[in-house]
């Protein structure tokens, strides 16, 4: 099989926000960005509306993350293919351990995609991702790319991927059933029963850690620093008995004759104090109520966050005006419609969208 990459050009692989993809169609609408020609000072990116052909038994919720690709620069039109979820995309980590026939370092893994035509995201901390389109037609296996990370590539799509993983991160269900909350109790109920409150407060310390740097040619420092330690994972005795790190103490002109030196002094009557008013105020019931707050409480943050990306997701496409069109498109590209998109985009080139 001949390889030809394709990294740049007119041709890229873009993310968008679904506008309309119905069973029984066979036309769907999203809403999307195209890069503009460049101006000779910078590349930015303009949002568009986009239609693709699709079959008819599919169907893609409104608001969906979606990769495709389009035509960039003087080539724009409005008409898009190999639409996906971008959630249904393999995504790994291409080790880059052996030189392929494309030329370009795969794994095995990424290989074995490549020449199969299967589409993937190729991501790790710290370095660009990338979606490829390897699509294969007579023998020829052309890989399209969308490049979206950090410094120059930081732009309008590396933001939008980026509020993305983290809504996939939090991976918020929805509010709690019953069941998942009775659920969520019995379990903090077993395990209240299943430990000795009292013994583990017992573990707490309370020290202060002396550190004395030498740095010939240079003034020495001296430090201390407070540490309060409980070496038990439990968010009510943690609450109670907070674990705490901060500096106390600096000399940055400090000299061993002025009597500093590094050791672990614990404090034993501010731990003896700390322990006895958390057992003073411990209680299983408390300790419960604790448990069933925080739960709620971290359900809520999920929630709040999902919401707000969600939304923040939504504004950078104008899904409103996306919702428009796809009230009078209901699946049926007509010249009209046609004539509608290409006049909707004409109007929306207002200039740089970069992040």
């Known amino acids: ?12 692989v873009h993310l968008g926000l679904m506008a309309y993809c119905n069973k029984g169609d066979k036309f769907g609408l999203l809403y999307g960005v195209r890069k503009a020609p460049y101006d000779g000072k910078e590349q930015y990116y303009e949002s568009k509306l986009f239609y693709f052909d699709k079959e ?29 979820p971008v959630s249904s995309l ?8 052996s030189l392929r ?27 660009n991702y990338c979606i490829y389109y390897p699509i294969i037609e007579n023998n020829i296996c052309t890989i399209w790319r969308g490049l979206f990370g950090c410094g120059i590539y930081m732009m309008k799509e590396a933001h939008i991927y980026e509020m993305y993983k983290e809504l996939t991160n939090i991976n918020y269900l929805g509010w709690p059933t019953l069941d998942e909350i009775t659920n969520a109790i019995i379990k903090f109920q077993k395990h209240i029963d299943s430990i000795n409150a009292f013994d583990i407060m017992e573990t707490y310390k309370i020290m202060k850690i002396g550190r004395y740097i030498s740095r010939p040619g240079k003034d020495d420092h001296y430090f201390e620093e407070l540490y309060q330690s409980l070496p038990y994972d439990d968010k009510f005795l943690a609450y109670l008995l907070p674990q705490k790190q901060e500096n106390i103490f600096l000399d940055n002109d400090a000299y061993l004759s002025d009597g500093y030196r590094d050791g672990v002094c614990i404090l034993e009557k501010e731990t003896r104090n ?46 409103n005006e996306a919702s428009k069109f796809a009230s009078i498109f209901k699946g049926k590209i007509t010249e009209k419609f046609i004539s509608l998109v290409n006049d909707y985009n004409k109007s929306t080139e207002k200039g740089p969208l970069n992040i």
């Open 1 to 12: 099989m001949r390889y030809i990459k394709k990294d740049y050009g007119n041709r890229q």
């Open 56 to 84: 008819t038994d599919l169907e893609i919720t409104q608001n969906t993350l979606v990769s495709y690709l389009s035509y960039d620069y003087n080539g724009f039109t409005a008409k898009v293919d190999y639409v996906y």
């Open 90 to 97: 393999v995504r790994i980590n291409d080790k880059r351990s």
């Open 101 to 127: 026939a494309d030329g370009v370092n795969h794994d095995d893994e990424t290989w074995k995609l490549i020449n199969e035509g299967i589409p993937y995201f190729d991501y790790e901390p710290y370095r």
């Open 274 to 319: 700390a322990i006895e008013k958390a057992k003073a105020e411990y209680s299983k019931e408390k300790h419960l109520a604790f448990l069933i707050n925080d739960y709620y409480t971290e359900v809520l943050k999920k929630k709040e966050r999902s919401e707000f990306l969600n939304k923040s997701i939504q504004d950078e496409f104008c899904v």
